[in-house]
């Protein structure tokens, strides 16, 4: 398999969907990609704090639909809604399309892996030891539900003078499996020393038969739905 297989791209159509959900062709294809990339980075660096694990992005004709899965919804709504129409306005005058945002509460952060790797980030940036961080967010990981947790930070560690690479494992982390569930995250730590890679492996779990098929039953819509357009 390689060591370089994405665990969340190597599934996707199997038991995970696209985090970008649009039909384009041409030049437009990669405009409307570069054009999610910065949204999803611009989103993420607004409500920083907000805990954000995914953007999920729609385009229908010239409607753009966000979905913001998040463990502190108060923030990204805001008093009385102010924050999210803001965004929304803002959001509107760059892409110069209608756009609706969607909230969506994460009920366990603790195994969702974006939001353990910036945690464990903000930890080392807190001056906190890398191995202590590591070691809390796991066990908060395991003592959620998850059945198999993996980090790994990479950097000049401590303040070493050669970078070097760490890792934890507790359970199971069957990466091979496509019917795992297994969600992965990154994020970067900037020290005094110098900047400290942390990625998150975190399996859930067994995918169940009926979210597979949901997920393969969408993509048959999908396929239809496009043949029919052209």
């Not at 760059?94 to 603790?110: A, F, L, Y």
């Not at 590591?134 to 998850?146: H, L, N, T, V």
């Not at 005094?192 to 890679?197: H, K, P, V």
Request: contains cysteine.
């Amino acid at each position: 398999m390689g060591q370089k297989v994405h665990p969340v791209a190597y599934r996707v159509g199997v038991v995970r969907d696209w985090e970008s959900r649009w039909y384009s062709e041409g030049k437009s294809y990669a405009k409307n990609l570069h054009s999610d990339i910065k949204l999803r980075e611009w989103i993420r660096n607004r409500w920083s704090r907000a805990g954000i694990s995914r953007v999920e992005i729609e385009r229908i004709g010239n409607v753009i639909r966000f979905t913001v899965w998040t463990a502190r919804p108060g923030i990204v709504i805001g008093k009385g809604g102010t924050e999210i129409q803001n965004v929304r306005e803002e959001l509107h005058g760059m892409t110069n399309c209608r756009v609706m945002i969607n909230i969506q509460e994460i009920k366990s952060p603790d195994i969702e892996a974006q939001i353990v790797a910036e945690g464990v980030a903000s930890a080392i940036e807190r001056r906190v030891s890398f191995r202590r961080a590591m070691k809390q967010a796991i066990f908060r990981a395991m003592k959620a539900g998850a059945k198999g947790v993996k980090i790994q930070c990479s950097g000049r560690l401590g303040g070493a003078e050669i970078a070097r690479k760490e890792w934890y494992l507790e359970g199971q982390l069957p990466l091979s499996t496509i019917r795992a569930d297994i969600d992965y995250g990154f994020a970067t730590a900037r020290t005094i020393a110098g900047a400290i890679g942390i990625k998150v492996w975190i399996y859930k779990g067994d995918a169940s038969l009926e979210r597979a098929s949901l997920v393969g039953s969408q993509e048959g819509d999908k396929t239809d739905a496009h043949a029919q357009a052209s």
